[in-house]
Every structure is written in C-alpha cells, then in structure tokens.
C-alpha cells in the first residue's frame, strides 16, 4: 500500500481502557481537575492525539499552534473533552490491533514521552512538545497493521513491532516507515510543524535539509525504549547506540542512561501509567 493510500485509509486508533475509564470518572465531577486530565491524557497514544486535534481544529482558529495536552486542555471545555473520551474505541491488549501486543504499545509509548521529555530538558528543547512527539511517535505502527494486516504480519516474523531494527526493515520493504506515517497522520491533525518535523525524521534525524532537534531527542528516547522492550545488556546497549545524534545534542550514552526517569528494573509486565 502507498504512503498516501494508507493516510487516506480510515483507522480508528484504540485507546487504553484504563485511561478511559480514569478520565470518565474524573470528568463526572461538577470542577473536573486540570492535572488529573492532563495525566490521564498523557497515558494514552490516541486519546492525546484527538484531544490536539480538536485542539488545533479551525474552530479554536489557532491551528498548527497547541503542542501539548496542557495547552489543549485549557483551550477546550469540559463538554468537548467528555465528548472525545466517551466516544473513544477501547482497545484490548490482543485483539485491538492484529500482530500488536497493545498492553506493550501502551507501555512503549508511555516510556518514550517521558524519555523524550527528560532529554529534551538537558538538551534545551520544548519539553511539551517532546513528551507530545514521544507519546505519538509510534501510531503509524498501528496504522499500518490495522491499514495491510496480512502485509504487515510477513515483517512481523522478521523483526518485531518494537525491534529496534523495525523502521528500517519497514522502510525497505514498504518504501516508509510507521514514523512517515505518524507524521503524516499528525500533520492532517493540524500539528505544529515543529512536531510533524520530528515525527518525520524520528528514524533519520539528519535526512531533513534543516536538522530538528527534537528529532533526535526522540530518536534518542525510542533507542532507549526499544532497547528495553528487547532487553539489551550493556554490551549490546553501547554497540547499539545512535552516537552521531546524540553527538548532535550533546548527550553521551551516560548521559541518556543515567537520566532514564523510569524504574527499568521493574517486570515489563507490570506497566507504570504514572506521567
């Protein structure tokens, strides 16, 4: 399937259930919490992705401006925000998205934000825009499965959804990768440009003509992530590491290692939803 024909195939991306149901109680409040909703956003892919576009939707007339689930929260009204959790799918953690493990999606997703978030503070990037691009970066995965699921199973048997190796693999054999894709899906939600930039370039930093930064920091954060979904020693994490984009930001593989803002010790299982 072309890049363009995959875009125009209608998707609906699910969401985490306990997200929702987290959301739907606290929005049952008659003064619903401002931090409460922006955590509980923060924890789901999809969920954040609605909420920024209806954010930057032509009816609040500032398009290609709200990077973040705090600036699109205050933007919205609570009726608006009830609407996007009440009618957002429910995903479930086999079936949701054929050939995707959506409880690992759910998790991955999540440790990259907060990867992104925390490197981008030491690199003096846009922290928001980070965690966005971190939280988002990997939706086209699901695109693609839920787009050409026969297609896609065939890659699945070489490298798995969150191999390290996977958008290399994709984009050899697809002619993209599911970053083009997320990006792609981002800048038909109207995302700030900044944004899109890194979701483009997240697999190749230095193929855009003008470097972005926060490119790399995601790049950064997904190794990293990616790293620990296939549990990579020591060894494997110093051969493996990208040194010429962290070269880039000034950041050593000590530096990325030592600043993770998560327990990896824990049981990969047990998933952390805490933002």
């Known amino acids: 399937m072309e890049l363009n024909a995959l875009l125009a195939h209608p998707v609906a991306l699910p969401s985490l259930p306990r997200a929702v149901a987290l959301l739907m109680s606290e929005l ?9 909703l922006n955590q509980f956003f923060g924890m789901d892919p999809a969920l954040a992705a609605r909420l920024l576009e209806l954010a930057n939707s032509h009816t609040f007339q500032v398009p290609r401006q709200i990077a973040g689930i ?13 609407a996007i959790v009440t009618s957002a799918p429910l995903g479930t953690t086999s079936r949701s998205v054929p050939g995707v493990n959506m409880q690992q999606f759910w998790r991955y997703s999540l440790n990259t934000a907060k990867l992104a978030r925390s490197l981008a ?7 928001i825009a980070a965690y966005t691009a971190g939280l988002l970066h990997a939706l086209g995965e699901l695109a693609i499965h839920l787009a050409d699921p026969e ?33 792609g899906l981002a800048r038909r939600w109207r995302l700030p440009e900044v944004v899109v930039d890194a979701l483009q370039y997240q697999s190749a930093p230095f193929d855009n003509t003008s470097y972005e930064p926060l490119a790399g920091v995601i790049h950064l954060a997904a190794w990293r ?21 962290g ?21 990969p299982e047990a998933a952390d939803y805490v933002v």
């Not at 705090?70 to 009830?82: D, I, M």
Request: aromatic fraction near 6%; glycine fraction near 6%; charged fraction near 25%.
């Open 70 to 82: 705090p600036e699109a929260l205050a933007l919205l009204g609570v009726a608006q925000v009830r």
């Open 121 to 127: 503070g030491i690199a003096r990037q846009n922290q």
């Open 151 to 183: 297609r896609v199973q065939s890659i699945n048997t070489l490298v798995a959804p969150f191999d390290p190796r996977r958008a290399k693999v994709e984009h050899r054999i697809f002619g993209y990768c599911y970053g083009h894709v997320t990006a």
């Open 28 to 36: 049952a409040h008659e003064e619903p919490s401002l931090r409460r």
């Open 225 to 245: 992530a990616r790293a620990r979904e296939a549990d990579l020693g020591e060894k494997e994490l110093a051969v493996t590491f990208p040194g010429e984009v």
């Open 247 to 267: 070269l880039a930001l000034g950041l050593d593989i000590d530096m990325v290692l030592q600043q993770d803002p998560i327990d990896w010790t824990a049981r």
